[in-house]
């Protein structure tokens, strides 16, 4: 990808997943050879097994909401959950791409042109880059 956004923000589906399988160093790679990985305090909330602290140490930065987009995110319509909707809105508003395994969520930013990465999808940028071994063990 050349046009890199300047981060991206991650759903909580796809840290549960890393964080379920123990790929957590993935998440770590990616937020020293790819972009930062924009954590928001709501999301973070719905992921157990992850505190603030840990996220901070693998890299993440804690955003805090705007009543404007809880507002929004609040709003009931379509598919979204609300964190979807909320997560949507935190990289509209900052120009961030969105990283998620959710497909509702994957189509609202393709539809409205917000850069969008699947769960596996930032693995795979880092084998290309070489900065992860697709034959090694990252546990």
């Known amino acids: ?3 890199r956004p300047a981060a991206v923000i991650s759903d909580a589906n796809v840290l549960i997943d890393y964080i379920k399988v123990e790929r957590t160093k993935v998440l770590r790679l990616v937020t020293e ?19 603030e602290d840990h996220a901070e ?9 705007t009543i404007d987009q809880l507002k929004k995110a609040a709003v009931r319509s ?32 393709k539809t409205e ?11 795979l940028e880092l084998c290309q880059a070489e900065e992860l071994d697709p034959l090694a063990r990252i546990i």
């Open 78 to 109: 379509g598919a979204l959950s609300y964190v979807d909707k909320l997560c949507f809105a935190i990289a509209r508003d900052n120009e961030w791409a969105v990283w998620t395994s959710d497909k509702p969520l994957h189509t609202k930013c």
């Open 33 to 51: 050879h790819l972009f930062p990985i924009q954590l928001p305090r709501s999301i973070l909330n719905e992921v157990d097994h992850l505190t």
């Open 57 to 65: 140490a693998l890299g993440m930065e804690i955003v805090e909401e």
């Open 113 to 123: 042109g917000i850069p969008v990465y699947w769960g596996l999808q930032l693995m």
């Open 1 to 3: 990808m050349t046009d």
